[in-house]
């Protein structure tokens, strides 16, 4: 049996402990009770979160008829859905290219759809060329143009779409150490949906 299934049980048993070290008398019928009521509680929790699940899986499976057209990779990945979208950018430049817009329109078109209490990050990259806290800066500034875009032409709210930098991160490279001409694939975003149900809480302008 599972820690959540378990939390019920265990509950009412603290509250009987509690009860017992205080010398009070916890009765039959209030003891029945709690547990009823932790047990409906659970049950509640394991029902939403299913349903968290399916609404996931639909997503999941439209993101990809739309992305069907563009060059764009997206893993389920236990309540997250990270999105390796084809919006790439010019050397040293942080310009959101016209040809990118069609697919970031559909991604939050599908996101007003089926989630929009969800919290999208934009994760921003560069290549390795340069200084690492330059490039830590132009990838915040793409994702930052992808965010606005999100925002002012794709309609999805301000407080749900944040922009984080990672840089030049050698672990998350598509195509490790390529930069110039060669590294078009490392000068990218990648967008990250959770499914927290309320506004994200303020994370570092340059991520990690």
Same mark, same amino acid.
Request: proline share 4%.
């Given at each position: ?49 299913? %349903? ?22 997206? $893993? ?38 089926? $989630? ?50 990672? %840089? ?41």
């Amino acid at each position: 049996m599972s820690q959540l299934h378990h939390a019920p049980l265990l509950l009412a048993a603290a509250l009987l402990t509690t009860a017992c070290a205080s010398d009070q008398y916890v009765k039959r019928t209030e003891f029945d009770t709690t547990v009823s009521e932790l047990r409906a509680s659970d049950a509640g929790l394991a029902n939403e979160l299913e %349903g968290f699940r399916d609404q996931f899986t639909e997503m999941t499976r439209d993101l990809n008829t739309r992305f069907g057209d563009y060059d764009t990779t997206i $893993a389920n990945l236990q309540g997250r859905l990270r999105v390796e979208m084809s919006a790439h950018f010019g050397y040293d430049d942080d310009t959101l290219r016209a040809a990118d817009k069609p697919a970031l329109d559909e991604f939050a078109a599908v996101v007003s759809d089926y $989630a929009p209490n969800v919290v999208v990050t934009v994760e921003g990259f560069t290549d390795p060329a340069g200084d690492p806290e330059y490039n830590r800066q132009l990838g915040l500034r793409r994702a930052k143009a992808v965010r606005d875009y999100l925002v002012n032409v794709g309609g999805l709210s301000p407080d749900s779409v944040r922009a984080v930098s990672y %840089g030049e991160d050698a672990a998350r490279m598509l195509q490790p150490g390529a930069w110039g001409e060669d590294g078009s694939a490392n000068r990218r975003v990648s967008l990250v949906v959770d499914y927290l149900g309320h506004a994200p809480r303020e994370l570092s302008s340059t991520g990690n």
